[in-house]
């Protein structure tokens, strides 16, 4: 999710406007498709069920609150489900899937979902503030993939924090991925305890770790404790607080190309989605590098699925509205690998109209 609006500079090169960065080997993306303008969407998660090509994601409307470092203004409500049989295709919107007046403890700011199968079952995973103001994730079941899906109870017990991710490897393990500092509350936690205030490593020390646990067999509660997701640099050391540039902020997501896996996430307050390799769904993970540059928008939250023997990005940014960091609008891309495994970088900066 997002919190404040920051500018980035821009730059002038043959001509063409382009983001300043470091890093000049990003291409433009050879096309781009659009999910849909009928409603603002953000925080895509995507998944193949069924043959076809399904997309969950957040619902951005204009609340009216105002904009804060919390992310207060992200006060969305509801979830809708899409879906298509081919890229650039019709893109089907299946309407309601979950309000979150019917999720009973819920109260308040519906954020970035995803979705899992198992056997004729389905699971909507969601964050979403509960009564005392403390994120927690919830799940929803439903016999469709499109929904409509009913709320448990109560949320998953161990939870919190938000962006929850659900990855299932090859053996049939499911495994969650969640958390986000700020206004995600990943700060407020120390050993799975709610602390309620900011607590932050020191500048030189492990920076935050998004947090992962296997799914029990009902798909619904962790089969263990949740832990750690450590990310390391080319010297095999933990990505340290201070290096903004790479250490984790949110939106954390797992696939596997060529028997590895990759973590995928993003960085923040710069705006970049990078990843990381290990030879584990529990890590360790070693960063490789950039594989989307910022966005129009202050976010930036992505996932990535295999489709018809290709690989595909989701993403958002703020073209659509004109800017507007609360009101963005999915988008998709391919994504491609270089023959050692490594992504291609790609920058789909689009000035808005």
Wanted: aromatic share 14%; hydrophobic share 35%.
């Amino acid at each position: 999710m997002g919190y404040s609006c920051k500018n980035r500079k821009v730059e002038k090169m043959d001509g063409i406007e382009t983001l300043s960065i470091s890093d000049t080997t990003a291409v433009s993306p050879d096309k781009v498709y659009p999910l849909t303008s009928d409603l603002f969407t953000a925080d895509p998660s995507a998944h193949v069920f069924n043959g076809r090509l399904y997309v969950y994601p957040s619902h951005d409307f204009e609340s009216g609150i105002p904009e804060d470092d919390l992310g207060s203004h992200f006060n969305m409500m509801d979830y809708h489900v899409f879906s298509m049989d081919s890229v650039g295709g019709k893109v089907t919107d299946h309407g309601l899937a979950l309000h979150i007046d019917n999720v009973p403890w819920a109260g308040r700011q519906m954020w970035a979902p995803d979705a899992a199968k198992k056997g004729d079952d389905y699971f909507l995973y969601f964050p979403v503030k509960d009564k005392d103001d403390i994120f927690r994730i919830g799940v929803a079941t439903g016999k469709n993939p499109e929904g409509p899906f009913s709320a448990l109870e109560k949320p998953i017990g161990g939870s919190y924090s938000m962006d929850p991710a659900v990855f299932m490897d090859d053996d049939g393990k499911y495994y969650m991925y969640f958390g986000g500092i700020w206004g995600g509350q990943l700060q407020k936690w120390d050993n799975g305890k709610y602390i309620g205030e900011d607590k932050y490593p020191e500048a030189d020390e492990p920076a935050l770790s998004p947090k992962m646990a296997m799914l029990a067999e009902d798909m619904v509660s962790f089969a263990e404790e949740p832990r750690d997701v450590v990310v390391l640099d080319e010297k095999g050391k933990p990505i340290v607080t201070s290096d903004n540039d790479r250490r984790f902020f949110e939106a954390a997501w797992v696939h596997k190309y060529k028997n590895r896996y990759y973590l995928s996430y993003s960085t923040g307050d710069t705006h970049k989605i990078v990843y990381a390799i290990g030879d584990s769904p529990y890590g360790p993970f070693t960063y490789q590098g950039v594989l989307l540059d910022p966005v129009l928008g202050w976010t930036n939250h992505h996932s990535i699925v295999e489709y018809n023997g290709k690989w595909w990005l989701f993403f958002h940014d703020s073209s659509l509205s004109g800017g507007k960091t609360h009101l963005r609008s999915v988008k998709m891309t391919e994504l491609k690998y270089h023959p050692d495994g490594s992504i291609q970088r790609i920058n789909a900066y689009v000035e808005p109209k």
